[in-house]
């Protein structure tokens, strides 16, 4: 994240597609307030020196791992869409995730694999990982990001099909809870020509397929 994509002005960035009005002084101070409270109900001592700037150092935290909220995926695409005869299969794999679990504001991290087929246009490739984050970064379950990731791109690129297959962690199963340690959910969402095996087929395998 560049620092004018979260900067304090409350202006929209150079590219217009974030409007940012989250970095504001009240909110901070207001979450930072609730989180000495929390301090105290666990037991802590808000004052003692290690703790002094936690609240809002938390707050802060919690801003920026929710800063999704902020961000235009649709005009992420737009910003960058060309027009193209290019037919086959455009694979980005491999894109980090971290998100945040709406049950437990946990993280849940991992990998997340996008393919479209273009319909005339291809988009830069920077802004499919891009709309990755403008989804994961707000409160979120792993299925509704990857269908809000595919709904996005069919919706703004209207390519040919979407396909999406997220792969996360979940602190809230290994930290806590169930406490299983290796456990990986994966989840996935495709449209269009991904209905048929072999298109998804070889999209799978593109994305299991290593470089090395
Ligand atoms: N489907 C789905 N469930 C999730 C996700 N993240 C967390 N959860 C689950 O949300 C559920 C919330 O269930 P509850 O029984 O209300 O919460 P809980 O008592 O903390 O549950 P445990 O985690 O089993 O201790 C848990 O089963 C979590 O594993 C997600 O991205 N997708
Ligand atoms: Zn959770």
Same mark, same amino acid.
């Given at each position: 994240?560049?620092? #004018? ?7 929209? =960035?150079?590219?217009? %597609? ?16 609730? %989180? ?15 703790? &002094?700037?936690?609240?809002?150092? !938390? ?44 049950? #437990? &504001? ?12 273009? =319909?005339?246009?291809?988009?830069? &490739? ?5 709309? !990755? ?5 707000? &409160? ?6 990857? =269908? ?47 209905? =048929? ?16």
């Amino acid at each position: 994240m560049k620092e #004018h994509d979260l900067d304090h002005s409350g202006e929209e =960035n150079e590219i217009g %597609y974030v409007k940012v009005d989250r970095y504001d002084p009240l909110k901070i101070e207001r979450i930072a307030s609730h %989180y000495s409270d929390i301090l105290s109900d666990l037991g802590e001592d808000p004052q003692r020196e290690g703790l &002094l700037k936690t609240p809002e150092r !938390v707050a802060k935290a919690l801003q920026f791992l929710t800063h999704g909220y902020d961000l235009k995926p649709e005009e992420i695409l737009k910003s960058a869409m060309f027009k193209e005869e290019y037919s086959q299969m455009v694979v980005v794999k491999d894109i980090e995730v971290y998100s945040m679990c709406e049950h #437990h &504001l946990l993280p849940f991290f991992g990998k997340a694999h996008i393919a479209y087929i273009p =319909n005339g246009h291809i988009v830069g &490739l920077s802004k499919i990982p891009r709309v !990755v984050d403008a989804f994961a970064r707000r &409160l979120q379950v792993q299925e509704r990001l990857t =269908n809000e990731i595919r709904d996005c791109i069919q919706s703004t690129l209207a390519p040919l099909g979407v396909a999406v297959v997220i792969e996360c962690k979940h602190l809230c199963m290994s930290m806590r809870g169930i406490q299983k340690q290796n456990s990986v959910t994966t989840t996935s969402a495709f449209t269009g020509a991904f209905a =048929n095996e072999r298109t998804r087929s070889e999209f799978l395998t593109l994305i299991t397929a290593s470089l090395d």
